[in-house]
C-alpha cells in the first residue's frame, strides 16, 4: 500500500512538495492524478534505479525524486495552475513512459492505490 501525503491550498504559482509512503520496497512508484469530472492521469514515476518519466502535464514544473531508504518518493510541484488542482495518488508499477501516459488502457499495471492527496490551486 502506498500513501499519498503533502496537499493543501496554494495560490497560482506557488510550490507544494507530495510525499509517497511506501509500506515496503517498491521497484518503481508513479504519481498520477484526477481532477473533478476527469479520467485519471500519469504524471511521473521514477524506478529504483532512479530512472524517470514524465508526462506533459508535468514537463519542466514537476521534479520526482525517491529516497530508497524511507521507501518514500517525492513529488516537487512549483509554477502551480488553477487546472493543476486535483487528488493526487501514487501508486506502484512499471516507470515505463507509453505505460504512464496512456493511464487508461494501463491501469491494471498499477497497484497499492492509497486515498490520495486534495491539491487546490487559486487564481
Known amino acids: 500500500q502506498l500513501q499519498a501525503s503533502g496537499g493543501g491550498l496554494v495560490q497560482a504559482g506557488g510550490s507544494l512538495r507530495l510525499s509517497c509512503v511506501a509500506s515496503g520496497f517498491t521497484a518503481a512508484i508513479g504519481w498520477f492524478r484526477q481532477a473533478p469530472g476527469k479520467e485519471r492521469e500519469g504524471i511521473s514515476c521514477?524506478?529504483?534505479?532512479?530512472?524517470?518519466r514524465y508526462t506533459d502535464s508535468a514537463q519542466g514544473r514537476f521534479t520526482i525524486s525517491r529516497d530508497g531508504a524511507k521507501n518514500t518518493a517525492y513529488l516537487q510541484m512549483t509554477s502551480l495552475k488553477p487546472e493543476d488542482t486535483a487528488v493526487y495518488y501514487c501508486a506502484a508499477g512499471p516507470c515505463i513512459g507509453p505505460i504512464l501516459k496512456d493511464y487508461a488502457n494501463y491501469r491494471a499495471k498499477w497497484s497499492g492505490w492509497g486515498q490520495g492527496t486534495q491539491v487546490t490551486v487559486s487564481s
Open positions: 521514477i524506478s529504483s534505479s532512479g530512472t524517470v
